[in-house]
């Protein structure tokens, strides 16, 4: 399987970006898709993750900001980020799993079994 982001780059504060993230496969081949961010000297973080049923579940901090979907006749995952925050910044990584819900994988990275290579995105103030 081969996760491949892309959309990703440079905004101002109040800006909008939105990530793809294209399966090699399916992507109703999986339970659960996902979005996690990761900066230097942190620990990978949930952002947003969607299951096969359609049930979201979101970190806290982009409840309001952040709409993640599922384009299975594309195999493809969105995430549309509105309102970023320099906080924002990040890499971002696409996952996907077989075996897990949303809710159940959001808030534990090791759990997911397929990896993108992840896309830059930079929030200035």
């Known amino acids: 399987v081969q996760l491949v982001e892309s959309g990703g780059g440079s905004v101002q504060a109040g800006g909008s970006l939105r990530l793809s993230c294209s399966a090699s496969?399916?992507?109703?081949?999986?339970?659960?898709m996902g979005w996690f961010r990761q900066t230097p000297g942190k620990q990978r973080e949930g952002i947003a993750a969607i299951s096969s049923d359609g049930s979201t579940s979101y970190t806290t901090s982009v409840k309001g900001r952040f709409t993640i979907s599922q384009d299975n006749a594309k195999n493809t995952l969105y995430l549309q980020m509105n309102s970023l925050k320099p906080e924002d910044t990040g890499m971002y990584y696409c996952a996907a799993d077989r075996g897990m819900t949303a809710i159940q994988g959001l808030g534990v990275p090791g759990w997911w079994t397929y990896w993108g290579q992840g896309t830059q995105v930079t929030v200035s103030s």
């Open positions: 496969e399916s992507t109703r081949s999986f339970v659960c």
